[in-house]
């Protein structure tokens, strides 16, 4: 994904729209750790390929999604 859209209200249940679909603030604080976990295994995979992997990637035809 390129980004994502999250709704947080202090008290989801009580908010005037979407209150189901939202996260309240501790929620929102859980999610936000997980993904900076996975941001940061990502960089270090990255960061860790070596050429026969590189080479690999280029054998992919028509993939849709950026590198």
Do not use: C
Request: charged share 30%; net charge negative; proline share 7%.
């Amino acid at each position: 994904a390129h980004g994502l859209m999250v709704e947080v209200h202090p008290e989801p249940e009580h908010a005037l729209s979407d209150g189901p679909q939202s996260l309240d603030f501790k929620e929102f604080e859980k999610l936000y750790t997980q993904i900076m976990a996975m941001e940061h295994f990502m960089t270090k995979l990255k960061g860790s390929e070596t050429k026969s992997s590189l080479k690999a990637k280029t054998k992919r035809v028509n993939w849709p999604y950026p590198d």
